[in-house]
Nanobody
Framework: QVQLVESGGGLVQAGGSLRLSCAAS????????MGWFRQAPGKEREIIAA????????YYADSVKDRFTISRDNAKNTVPLQMSSLKPEDTAVYFC???????????????????WGRGTQVTVSS
């Protein structure tokens, strides 16, 4: 069992930056493929970024490509999400997720993940 906790959310003006972090207790995150999702009010939860277990492969949704960066910090047992050039449409609750099953790449569907954090709110003002 692994517990995931997101942090780093908040209120930022359009064009600004935020750095989210996904921390784990109970397990080492380096053994899991990881993903960041977000859910805006009235919308379905969507994948925005994913990273393979080794960190060698990453995936980005078109909406965040070239603005967001997912990485792994094995020393801190965290998976950061660096967000820049933020837009009001980035406003959402952001969730991290971990896949405990065998993995060899990146995963983009909610059903591919086994553990979820409770989310952190990101609000981008115009």
């Amino acid at each position: 069992q692994v517990q995931l906790v997101e942090s780093g959310g908040g209120l930022v003006q359009a064009g600004g930056s935020l750095r989210l972090s996904c921390a784990a207790s109970g397990r080492t995150l380096s053994t899991y493929a990881m993903g960041w999702f977000r859910q805006a009010p009235g919308k379905e939860r969507e994948i925005i970024a994913a990273i393979s277990r080794t960190g060698g492969s990453t995936y980005y949704a078109d909406s965040v490509k070239d603005r967001f960066t997912i990485s792994r910090d094995n020393a801190k047992n965290t998976v950061p999400l660096q967000m820049s050039s933020l837009k009001p449409e980035d406003t959402a609750v952001y969730f991290c997720a971990a896949r405990s099953r065998y993995s060899s790449g990146t995963y983009t569907s909610m059903k591919d993940y086994d553990y979820w954090g409770r989310g952190t709110q990101v609000t981008v003002s115009s």
